[in-house]
């Protein structure tokens, strides 16, 4: 049973312009979102969060938008450069930060 | 800037072997979290510590694998006897106090053969 789910294995994008990657979670008790960006043979870094309080959290390019109601956030990412190419995974909470459930990520390609 | 560092990157072993990854965290983090990812999937939680105790290690296939984290600061995750769907990519994550966001480690890549 997945209770995170990015439908989308794959993106491809053009250069400056914008990337938006989905992720649906089942879980209505999900309270704390994370993205993370993974490079090949590297471990995922912390990009941006959200909590079920706000609906969007801004840094940067990238601003994630949380719908609690459809149980869907998305990661925009604003212009899309050719070192966004990664896989993206999103991850979530219940209780404020335990036990994240990771999605099976979305490959992201960002053509020059 | 600080890191979790991992050891070994690399580990190929035959069945029925045992082996086992090391784990650094960011100095002053106190939780630590052992993670499996399948190529293909999510990284999924094995175990995680505060301190020294175990926080959660219900998704631990506990007939094979251990974890330990005896002065609370680095870790240790065992495999005994590996079998071939163990063969993943094995990651280490810290978070300091009050902290939601985990800072990896660069992941121990297990082939079992």
């Known amino acids: 049973d997945q209770q995170v789910k990015q439908n989308s294995p794959s993106l491809s994008v053009q250069e400056g312009r914008i990337s938006i990657l989905n992720c649906d979670y089942t879980?209505?008790?999900?309270?704390?979102f994370l993205w993370y960006k993974k490079y090949p043979a590297e471990g995922p870094t912390f990009l941006i969060s959200?909590?079920?309080?706000?609906d969007k959290n801004e840094d940067g390019r990238f601003t994630v938008f949380l719908n609690k109601s459809a149980k869907h956030l998305s990661l925009h990412i604003v212009p899309s450069q050719p070192g966004d190419s990664a896989v993206y995974f999103c991850?979530?909470?219940?209780?404020?930060?335990?036990?994240?459930?990771f999605g099976p990520g979305t490959r992201l390609s960002v053509l020059p | 800037e600080a890191e979790v560092a991992q050891s070994p990157r690399y580990k190929i072993t035959e069945k029925s072997q045992a082996v086992a990854f090391w784990c650094d965290p960011i100095?002053?983090?106190?939780?630590l979290y052992w993670y499996r990812q399948i190529l293909g999937q999510g990284p999924e939680l094995l175990v995680q510590?505060?301190?020294?105790?175990?926080?959660?290690d219900s998704q631990l296939p506990k007939d094979r694998f251990s974890a330990e984290r005896l002065k609370g600061v680095d870790s240790t995750l065992k495999i005994q006897p590996a079998e071939l769907g163990d063969s993943a990519m094995y990651l280490c994550?810290?978070?300091?106090?009050?902290?939601?966001?985990?800072?990896f480690g660069p992941g121990t890549r297990l082939t079992v053969t």
């Open positions: 879980n209505s008790m999900f309270d704390y």
């Open positions: 994550a810290s978070t300091r106090q009050d902290y939601y966001e985990q800072y």
């Open positions: 991850a979530a909470s219940k209780n404020y930060g335990q036990n994240f459930v």
């Open positions: 959200i909590s079920s309080i706000k």
């Open positions: 100095s002053g983090h106190a939780t």
């Open positions: 510590f505060q301190d020294e105790s175990v926080v959660d």
